[in-house]
Nanobody, 119 residues
Framework: QVQLVESGGGVVPPGGSLRLSCAASGSIFKVYAMGWYRQAPGMQRELVAMFSSGGSTNYLDSVKGRFTISRDAAKNTVYLQLNSLKPEDTAVYYC?????????????WGQGTQVTVSS
């Protein structure tokens, strides 16, 4: 069984920073894509930042220059550094991974971590 475990959410004032972490564990053959989505109340889930299976990165336009995705492939872990946070960044942030295991190729989601930007 593959699991994604997130950490690092919290409450910060505008302009503040947070670092989110997501570790994949279980019977993993290979991690393909891995990254972050977010969902604000009443809104659709949107892609924030992602490593593609080829290793390239993709960012939501509104977070470019403020958020940085990185990873430790040996640990099957991805990070999201959130800087210059704005109230509109408030959302539940979900880790996503496309992982090959004995089950085949599947999509996996973390439980979500709340990020609240408020003064």
């Amino acid at each position: 069984q593959v699991q994604l475990v997130e950490s690092g959410g919290g409450v910060v004032p505008p302009g503040g920073s947070l670092r989110l972490s997501c570790a994949a564990s279980g019977s993993i053959f290979k991690v393909y894509a891995m990254g972050w989505y977010r969902q604000a109340p009443g809104m659709q889930r949107e892609l924030v930042a992602m490593f593609s299976s080829g290793g390239s990165t993709n960012y939501l336009d509104s977070v470019k220059g403020r958020f940085t995705i990185s990873r430790d492939a040996a640990k099957n872990t991805v990070y999201l550094q959130l800087n210059s946070l704005k109230p509109e960044d408030t959302a539940v942030y979900y880790c996503y991974a496309q992982i090959g295991s004995f089950r085949g190729l599947d999509d996996y989601w973390g439980q979500g971590t709340q990020v609240t930007v408020s003064s």
